[in-house]
């Protein structure tokens, strides 16, 4: 049986680390300024490409921000490591890897 509340833990630090990256990045998302005259064309596409960025990293954030809920509420209700589709016991070296990881080898590869 993995130490759950070491994994705990270890899941509330990380989340609390992605929560705090994004409150921090927040301005990094906000609307390109379309000013033309304050920046110019090629600083504007240079802004819209970090923009750009900022969107994707913030999209894999909220990802593994949900990931880390759920197995958070996994813990809570004593479902943690058992695969959410069939009920088996998720591999330990599995959890080891992603304590996230919400199914079994098996169903993870859809057979
Ligand atoms: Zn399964």
Redesign the pocket.
């Known amino acids: 049986m993995p130490d759950l509340s070491a994994i705990k833990k270890s899941l509330t630090a990380r989340l609390e680390e992605l929560q705090t990256s994004t409150e921090a990045t927040a301005e990094s998302r906000k609307p390109v300024e379309l000013d033309q005259a304050a920046v110019g064309r090629l600083s504007r596409m240079d802004a819209l490409q970090v923009q750009a960025m900022a969107q994707a990293t913030e999209r894999h954030r909220e990802q593994e921000i949900a990931r880390i809920k759920a197995a958070l509420d996994r813990i809570e209700a004593d479902e943690f490591g058992y ?6 016991e ?1 591999a330990p070296k599995r959890l080891e890897i992603d304590p996230t990881v919400p ?6 590869s859809g057979k």
């Open positions: 695969c959410i589709v069939c009920g088996e998720i199914t079994c080898i098996v169903c993870a």
